[in-house]
């Protein structure tokens, strides 16, 4: 007997092949093996790009993050707290690669792996 890959929704290791298509028992869904791992290559090539809080969850442009530690900010006498929560920030090439606007602050840059998705 051979070995079906687990379902791509559910995780169940008890896959199996109708001649067309792999089935799920425990929630039904049923996909193209090769489609699946065409599928999975490619989002595997934009994870690499993808810019990843602290859980792993991807940012994108206009999402809201919490700060999970707190940073000193240069040339301020008080440092951005944990937990504050900055809203509609901006996806950008480089260390800081997330720009945004922190009341009290202002326009400032931050790295992904201090924040986590709100």
Known sequence: MSKFPPCPE???????????????PECGYAWNEE????????????????????????????????VVKDLPVKGAPKPVKA????KNIRIV???HNIACKIDGF?????KS????KA
């Open 10 to 24: 559910c995780q169940s290791i008890f896959s199996y092949h109708d001649g067309t298509l792999l089935n799920c």
């Open 35 to 66: 489609e699946t791992a065409e599928a999975k290559a490619d989002e595997d090539a934009t994870d690499e790009d993808a810019v990843k809080d602290i859980n792993g969850k991807v940012l994108i442009n206009g999402d809201t993050v919490v």
């Open 83 to 86: 937990g504050t929560k900055v």
């Open 93 to 95: 090439d480089g260390e």
């Open 106 to 110: 202002g326009a400032m840059g931050l």
């Open 113 to 116: 792996e201090f924040v986590k």
